[in-house]
């Protein structure tokens, strides 16, 4: 009867209300079957403009002792959601490890996270930014390719987001949406590389999390994948070729794992001065994991593997630790990058 | 322009030492070398001097193919299949094809030389194009290309297959003529690529990656170039297969929709819905400048879309129609076999689903625009009216139970959950109302007529406002957030997994994080969004004033299909059972696949449709303007 209450302000019976407004017409079923229930009713402000905060005098007028500890004026907090809210000792964690992996001499992957999270009356909800890069070119132009794409990717958020929430702009009609801010973060990443680095590219997956909600960009191969009790699901869509193939029943997923041109991607950073990015939004479960990786990581450790090893470990850093061991174990071909994002709930 | 090779990082340096042929070495004695007209992965191609005719300068090409294989029986293997393939190439005799001189291995590699052939080749010319190439001659050199292919597929007894349609394997010699060059006989020497490239092929068919390739997958080569050299859209920066996305005419309209058709036919996914070879592509390109045949066959090779829809349609009846006194705008609601809806009569009906029998109706005192809510618990059917008044009258027999009395019409749909109805009056408020017994819990000012139907979650009551404000409210009426679009909210918000859904008379459809109302996306079409959304499939299916239904994917906001009608939407979608179910201005009623757009069926009622449909057990139930309610099988 949660919901109740919260119609209600409480559920005691004893309020006396009734606004001379509310009319019950020609009706013969309230008075037999429907004995007139309590109500809270609020006073009708006055008419005309809304004012910001109007909502929120409409409330109990009743000085009943109520359940929730509401005191009396109104003025009560919002009720809890039933969200991601972070409470204290709440909140997001995550590990990260990138490793050169057994095979390479260079690390071209680059690796960007920040966390921000608070308690005020402001509400400002819990804050998460992350961001891995696989570049690829030689002569050191893909780490270079990788390492300004994750730079660029953080400042354009920071300032456009994370600097708008503490501005409580985040509501202005005219901002960009969250969608179109990240997508022209790895845009002007793109125009930064094609133009420094013309003969480099980078792959790259960013990730906003405000409170309970993901948004998530990406080109190229790096992948997210969401952990929940469900199971295991990759969010993001490769932009390769035998992603494409698969998509047309062309090649199944056992064929693409093994396919001579399985790495040969058709959209990253770098390739051509338009690029098309793609940016979903997820809702993250109370308790459920996020988490982004090249594909050093995923080409050697399967979806099973790292279900199991996050269901061993309960630190978000160990569960990274071992993930990079394993793709090492089983011959570590490439750089290998992972960040572990743990929900709270 | 990306070189698609540019990430491999890999490519072998030209042969070095004793592997590089030096300009002014002699090969058998008798080539001698005179520059370098190609570097690849496996080997160069050469311009040499033929020593044979020490009167004339006479060129041939020289190609060098490395046998790099460090296995023995692997090399020998090599060079059996090469010898193999340049016998065949020997054996041609096609204008298109260049003649075949000579051939002889060494340890390492092996050479076959042959005609030089001086020319560009078509992705130079492509390249250096600052305008569309005229059709005529496109179509000139697509037939040209279908008739050397056509010839390869016809070789006996088996087919030539290509295998590497491109524009860079397509020369334009300096008379005028169209040669191919490289024959895949690179292909057999061809590892597999290491490392992380960007940029794919772009021209070969999708079955090439599973190593199969037929006569139909050199029709799909010469799709893609000839795709290419009209829309000047270069197929490796795109997305593989997507040629259909794209289409030719939208970027081209100087091509004819004849030309198009045969291009996107030759580019279909599978090999079998293509021409089964050149030759039968040529057939058809030949009908486009032989005319008087062309006439006859265009129906066949046009798209079909419309003809299929009318012709679907005819096949839709009715399972039954109810005639109303005036106007239905009111979308219907069914629950236990009965189907309620208002009418500008001023009553709400109820009608057996069955059969459109009537079963009883209530007078309001106005017309009713609102579309009810059955709160089955309660035996209520809800519902506004322009007379200011929110009926709660009994579903089963149609008795008043009690109403509501606002300041202004209510045209809002009332939304019922936690065991209360919610909705929007012109006065300016948001009501919540006890369904037990018809009393206001709480009443939120607006300021301006709340006209959609509030979305009610277990947290939060949504509404859109007259203003362009979306607002939500906490389960007590107290405000929690407020977003502000550019002109009215009609369309009511649908939520799923966290996210908020609506369309404004601005034009857009807004993505809102549900608990802040940050903006997630927005989506802009044509003209003033007044249909509400509905999701399926991962999509959010809306309509809009610009006559258009639009599938959009929830997570990202980007248009996954749209399809165009006669007249403006404002009808609500419903999703039911993988199909979108919707009406239209022009007085249709549709039925989409939700998946790629594509028409099902189309049923033509008398008047405009602004309703939305109701779809349950396989019937979908919808009003007109032409005062009937229908029920169509879905």
Redesign the interface.
């Known amino acids: 009867m949660n919901f109740l209450r919260r119609i209600l302000g409480h559920t005691t019976d004893t309020l006396t209300p009734l606004d001379d407004d509310i009319v019950i017409t020609r009706g013969e079923s309230v008075s037999a079957d429907n004995p007139p229930a309590p109500i809270v009713e609020a006073p009708s402000p006055p008419a005309g403009k809304a004012e910001k905060k109007a909502g929120a005098q409409v409330a109990d007028q009743s000085n009943a002792p109520t359940e929730l500890g509401v005191d009396s004026l109104g003025t009560r907090p919002l009720p809890p959601l039933e969200t991601v809210v972070p409470k204290p000792g709440q909140r997001l964690v995550f590990g990260q490890l990138s490793d050169v992996g057994m095979v390479r001499g260079n690390n071209q992957d680059a690796m960007f996270s920040i966390v921000s999270s608070g308690s005020s009356t402001d509400d400002l909800p819990d804050f998460g930014l992350f961001i891995v890069a696989d570049g690829m070119g030689g002569h050191q132009e893909g780490e270079r390719a990788s390492a300004i794409t994750t730079r660029m990717v953080a400042k354009h958020v920071i300032q456009e987001i994370f600097t708008a929430i503490l501005g409580q702009r985040m509501n202005d009609p005219d901002r960009p949406s969250i969608a179109e801010i990240l997508r022209t973060a790895i845009q002007q990443a793109n125009e930064s590389v094609t133009e420094e680095i013309p003969e480099g590219g980078t792959t790259v997956t960013a990730t906003v999390i405000l409170d309970d909600l993901a948004y998530i960009a990406h080109v190229g191969d790096s992948r997210a994948y969401l952990i929940t009790h469900d199971g295991i699901e990759q969010i993001t869509r490769d932009h390769s070729l035998v992603q494409r193939l698969i998509e047309l029943d062309q090649l199944t997923p056992e064929e693409a794992a093994e396919h001579p041109q399985r790495n040969v991607l058709y959209r990253a950073i770098g390739q051509s001065e338009n690029l098309d990015v793609d940016a979903i939004t997820r809702r993250l479960p109370p308790r459920s994991r996020l988490m982004l990786c090249s594909d050093g990581l995923w080409n050697m450790v399967s979806e099973g593997t790292i279900l199991t090893v996050v269901s061993e470990h309960s630190d978000p850093q160990d569960v990274c630790d071992e993930l990079v061991r394993l793709a090492n174990d089983r011959g570590g071909p490439d750089n290998i990058s992972v960040i572990f994002i743990q929900v709270p709930g | 322009m990306?070189d698609t090779q540019?990430?491999a990082?890999h490519l072998p340096e030209p042969p070095a030492g004793e592997g590089a042929l030096q300009p002014g070495s002699v090969l058998q004695g008798r080539y001698r070398i005179t520059g370098v007209i190609g570097v690849g992965g496996m080997g160069s191609v050469y311009q040499a001097r033929d020593l044979r005719f020490p009167n004339v300068t006479r060129y041939v090409a020289v190609k060098e193919m490395l046998n790099l294989s460090t296995d023995q029986s692997m090399r020998e293997m090599t060079l059996k299949t090469f010898e193999r393939e340049s016998d065949m190439l020997a054996s041609l005799n096609h204008p298109a094809v260049p003649e075949i001189y000579d051939y002889f291995p060494s340890k390492t590699r092996a050479y076959l030389v042959m005609e030089y052939i001086n020319g560009r080749d078509l992705e130079a010319i492509i390249n250096s194009l600052t305008d569309f190439m005229p059709v005529e001659t496109v179509l000139k050199w697509a037939l040209d290309l279908c008739d050397v292919l056509g010839y390869l597929h016809s070789q006996k007894p088996e087919p030539i297959i290509f295998r590497d349609v491109k524009p860079s394997n397509i020369m334009i010699d300096q008379h005028g003529r169209m040669r191919l060059v490289d024959f895949g006989i690179a292909k057999i020497f061809q590892?597999?690529?290491?490392?992380?490239?960007?940029?794919?092929e772009g021209y070969s068919a999708?079955?090439q990656?599973?190593g199969e390739a037929s006569p139909a997958s050199d029709v799909y080569g010469v799709g893609a170039t000839i795709h290419h050299i009209l829309t000047r859209r270069d197929p490796r920066?795109?997305?593989?297969?997507t040629f259909a996305e794209r289409p030719i005419r939208e970027t081209n309209s100087t091509v004819s929709p004849e030309f198009e058709a045969i291009i996107m036919k030759a580019l279909e996914?599978k090999p079998e819905d293509r021409y089964a070879n050149a030759a039968v592509m040529k057939e058809e390109l030949d009908r486009l400048v032989r005319p008087g045949f062309g006439d006859v066959r265009r129906a066949e090779v046009g798209p079909a879309k419309h003809e299929t829809g009318e012709w679907v349609q005819s096949g839709v009846k009715p399972l039954w129609e109810f005639e109303c006194e005036d106007e239905v705008r009111s979308s219907p609601a069914v629950y236990r076999g009965v189907l309620y809806v208002g009418a500008h009569d001023n009553n709400l009906y109820a009608l057996n689903i069955n059969d459109g029998s009537f079963k009883w109706k209530f007078p309001t005192e106005q017309r009713v625009v609102s579309s009810p809510a059955v709160a089955g618990s309660e035996n209520l059917v809800l519902f506004g009216s322009l007379d200011h008044l929110l009926y709660?009258v009994?579903s089963r027999v149609g008795?008043?139970?009690?109403?509501?009395?606002t300041q202004g019409p209510v045209q809002s749909s009332p939304a019922l959950?936690?065991?209360?109805v919610f909705f929007g009056s012109d006065d300016?408020?948001l009501y919540?109302v006890?369904l037990?017994?018809?009393?206001?819990?709480?009443?939120?000012?607006?300021?301006?007529p709340i006209r959609s139907r509030p979305l009610v979650t277990?947290?939060l009551v949504v509404a859109g406002l007259e203003s362009g404000?979306i607002?939500a409210?906490?389960?007590?009426?107290?405000?929690?957030?407020?977003?502000?679009?550019?002109r009215a909210v009609v369309s009511s918000p649908l939520e799923h997994?966290?996210?908020v859904f609506f369309g404004s008379l601005d034009w857009q459809v807004y993505?809102l994080?549900i608990?802040?109302?940050?903006?997630?996306?927005?989506f802009r079409t044509g003209k003033p969004v007044v249909s509400s959304p509905a999701y399926g499939e991962d999509k959010i299916f809306i309509g809009s004033v610009d006559g258009s239904l639009y599938a959009i994917?929830a997570?990202?906001?980007k248009e996954r299909w749209s399809f165009q009608t006669e007249g403006q939407v404002t009808s609500s979608p419903a999703y039911y059972d993988g199909a979108v179910y919707f009406g239209s201005v022009d007085g249709k009623v549709y039925s989409l696949e939700a998946k790629s757009g594509q028409l099902r069926w189309s049923y033509q009622t008398n008047g405009p449709i602004p309703s939305s449909p109701a779809v349950q057990e396989g019937v979908v139930f919808i009003g007109s303007m032409d005062h009937r309610v229908y029920a169509l099988k879905a």
């Open positions: 990306v540019k990430f990082g590892e597999g690529q290491k490392g992380t490239m960007i940029g794919t999708p079955e990656y599973r920066l795109e997305p593989p297969f996914f709660a009994d008795q008043l139970s009690w109403t509501v009395k959950a936690h065991g209360h300016g408020s919540a006890r037990a017994s018809g009393r206001i819990q709480w009443s939120w000012p607006g300021g301006v277990g947290e404000d607002v409210a906490d389960l007590s009426g107290k405000m929690v957030w407020r977003f502000k679009a550019k997994d966290g996210i993505a994080d608990t802040r109302g940050w903006k997630v996306w927005e994917e997570a990202s906001g």
